[in-house]
């Protein structure tokens, strides 16, 4: 059948070329995106709070791999420090030992969220150790690091230091961080960072490049902190050895935070500027917890200007989640293996969860009730049950073969237009990290494909107008292939499953292969639910 006897499909190619060209405007001129998770700091089991900034960042890696990009996904651990070194020993493990078995936890748990990184970095890899070592060299041949004395107040919790007017005094008289952290006067040999000399072009950036802090409220208090002025940052200690030697003293190790900023670079072959992923940098996206904002907002840029070396795109934090209500505690016992969850109610339902249930960027509660509740109404009601009715009735009705398109209603119309505008809205909302509104995006569309299917009701067509019938699911279909595949970066395997189920060639899936339709008569498997409703245990051995 030639184009012309197909309208609708006419509409949506015209629109999808249209779109495809304001995509290509928003494209990296390279081709390249580089994402990143924070290395996460080993001195204590992943939780919850970790997979929620890993599966955050493997959804904008995995979106930008849909749009064409060459990505690159970096995540890993943070091994060094003192926290880790008196981790280690309560453990009665070496710090070696004791580093490779938490780490390999991580890594445990990011293949169990089915993160999708392209390296994962330790910062005791020779290969870190080294490119951390050039990086201070670099550093100090410029002339911004010299060798003092440090005398203030340290949170070993944070790993920072803290300027007096900082500090408050709790009615235990423990002084304690912004943080809650308690703080101890610290004296001690150091080299110290001149960052007070970047005071004024950290400043400049900011205000020059007002995303290169997200959310807005990360980037107001980061821009008041620097605004009252920053003083040299003590960036080697001397009073334990789990560190990375600082080159040319070896009664010194690097602070713990210019040790772990370094592996975004390190990671990329630094200080190799001919390594093959050193065309990767500067990073489009470092994607980090609240609590470490400031020191990749300050600390990091203001490092690679000392260098010489470009600055990153953008540094986004996440907020912090709760359980139930209360704040994640050992001692309470709420603190969540995500390796359970997963367990109990499967790998994409908790994705979708934690992306969906608050707007990214600001702090979260992990709900039972609303956990059950998004799985029910909006995964196995909403997409599972649409999916399934449109597919069922192709198999019943349709010879089990993707109809052909037929001639288009105005109702057809519209919803393949919302269809086709998807992935580029979708596209503007991810580069700002909207992931949340970009999900919501997605169930417009799904509530307005439940509510077509509904009004058409293909059912009750197959008496009275067969070839309708067959143009509605066919709408259905092509509406249904676009959802599925702007949702693989959120829920990777179930989207996997109903695309096959469409008809789908792995070949397919991304989002230039939407300009070309799926040829009619294309035979399409038994459907099967996606989505299965979630009933609680006791409720099933109630019946």
């Not at 192709?394 to 919803?415: F, K």
Request: proline share 6%; hydrophobic share 40%; with cysteine.
């Amino acid at each position: 059948m030639g184009q012309a006897s197909r309208p609708g499909c006419a509409i949506l190619a015209s629109i999808m070329m249209t779109d495809t060209a304001t995509r290509d405007t928003t494209r990296d001129m390279t081709g390249r995106f580089y994402v990143t998770t924070p290395i996460y700091y080993v001195n204590g089991a992943p939780h919850i709070g970790h997979a929620y900034t890993s599966i955050a960042a493997d959804i904008v890696a995995r979106f930008n791999r849909l749009s064409g990009k060459d990505v690159f996904f970096l995540t890993g651990t943070d091994e060094h420090g003192q926290k880790v070194e008196q981790a280690a020993q309560a453990a009665g493990e070496a710090p070696q030992a004791f580093t490779d078995r938490i780490s390999a936890d991580f890594r445990s748990v990011a293949d169990a969220m089915n993160i999708s990184y392209d390296d994962f970095i330790r910062t005791t890899d020779p290969r870190h150790k080294a490119g951390a070592q050039a990086l201070w060299e670099k550093v100090a041949a410029n002339g911004d690091i010299y060798l003092g004395a440090y005398e203030g107040w340290y949170a070993l919790r944070d790993e920072a230091f803290y300027s007096e007017d900082e500090i408050t005094t709790r009615p235990d008289g423990t002084k304690v961080a912004p943080t809650g952290a308690p703080v101890e006067w610290m004296q001690e040999p150091s080299y110290f960072f001149k960052l007070s000399a970047y005071q004024d072009r950290l400043l400049e950036l900011y205000e020059t490049h007002p995303e290169f802090i997200g959310p807005a409220g990360s980037r107001n208090e980061i821009v008041s902190f620097v605004k009252q002025g920053l003083r040299d940052l003590s960036v080697s200690r001397t009073s334990f050895r789990w560190g990375v030697p600082v080159p040319g003293d070896s009664d010194h190790v690097m602070y713990v935070w210019f040790d772990a900023l370094a592996n975004y670079l390190t990671a990329l072959g630094y200080p190799d500027q001919n390594a093959p992923r050193m065309a990767f940098w500067p990073a489009n996206l470092h994607m980090v917890g609240k609590d470490i904002a400031r020191f990749h907002a300050v600390y990091w840029p203001a490092f690679l200007m000392a260098a010489g070396i470009d600055v990153p795109a953008r540094i986004f934090s996440n907020g912090w989640w709760t359980v139930e209500g209360e704040k994640m505690s050992k001692s309470v016992g709420n603190v969540i293996d995500p390796r359970d969850l997963v367990a109990e109610f499967g790998l994409d339902p908790v994705r979708f969860f934690l992306i969906r249930e608050v707007p990214f960027g600001g702090d979260s509660d992990l709900s039972r009730r609303s956990l059950i509740n998004r799985m029910n109404v909006e995964l196995a009601n909403d997409l599972g049950n649409l999916g399934q009715r449109t597919l069922s009735l192709i198999a019943r009705n349709c010879g089990g073969a993707l109809p052909a398109q037929g001639a288009r209603t105005a109702e057809d119309n519209h919803l393949l237009a919302q269809a086709s505008l998807l992935p580029d809205i979708m596209t503007q909302q991810i580069s700002r990290v909207a992931l949340t509104e970009a999900l919501e995006e997605v169930w417009k569309l799904i509530r307005a494909c439940n509510a077509y299917i509904d009004h058409q009701a293909p059912w009750a067509l197959k008496k009275t107008d067969p070839e309708r019938m067959a143009a509605v699911l066919r709408v259905l279909a092509d509406a249904l292939r676009i959802i599925a595949t702007v949702l693989q970066p959120y829920m990777p395997g179930s989207m996997d499953r109903m695309l096959t189920q469409l008809g789908v060639e792995p070949g397919e899936r991304h989002f230039a292969a939407l300009d070309t339709p799926l040829p009619a008569g294309r035979a399409l498997p038994k459907p099967e639910g996606i989505f299965p409703r979630f009933v609680e245990p006791e409720a099933e051995t109630a019946k």
